[in-house]
């Protein structure tokens, strides 16, 4: 018994498409490609508008920190500390914060308290005087000039000491 669909697939039609279903269809197709393509870009810079009016907003909840500026003078006058080997004198105020550059001194004069010094001054350029430079280079000669005993991990350690402690650590790991 003949199947009905392979006769229906077997046959050969005639007839030609109508005119200018081609053009119209790739017409319909263009225009909507082009439309999902504007649509596509269009989310895309809704969503960095957005963002930018976000970090906006956040600017303008958020009030900027303001620092008082002391108009009087300190209390105390500055005490003046001259040493031998440093040939300019060294002005310590007692009022003011302990200064780092002070205690790098004291590292380069002083060899026995040169790794503690070294830290301090260290801990003073990153925690007051926000110069990561300094504090890296007081860091890494308190680290040369402690030994192995400078390299143990303490609570006290900032997380610059950490980084630069493992570091060395694993530098040592690595040379055996």
């Not at 300094?134 to 610059?160: F, I, K, N, S």
Request: with cysteine; net charge negative; hydrophobic share 40%.
């Amino acid at each position: 018994m003949p199947d009905p669909l392979d006769d229906f697939l077997d046959r050969s039609f005639s007839c030609d498409p109508p005119e200018g279903l081609q053009i119209a269809l790739r017409q319909k197709t263009t225009r909507m490609l082009t439309r999902q393509r504007w649509l596509r870009r269009l989310a895309l810079a809704g969503a960095a508008a957005a963002c930018y009016v976000a970090g906006l907003a956040t600017m303008w909840l958020i009030p900027p920190r303001t620092t008082i500026i002391q108009s009087e003078p300190p209390p105390n006058p500055p005490v003046v500390i001259v040493e031998k080997q440093i040939e300019q004198p060294l002005v310590v105020d007692v009022n003011q914060p302990e200064k780092a550059i002070v205690y790098e001194w004291k590292a380069h004069d002083e060899p026995n308290n040169r790794a503690a010094n070294f830290f301090k001054a260290g801990d003073l350029y990153l925690v007051q005087e926000n110069d990561a430079e300094g504090a890296l280079r007081c860091y890494r000669q308190a680290l040369d000039a402690g030994g192995l005993q400078a390299l143990e991990l303490t609570p006290d350690d900032t997380w610059l000491v950490s980084a630069l402690k493992n570091a060395r650590l694993k530098e040592r790991i690595h040379e055996d």
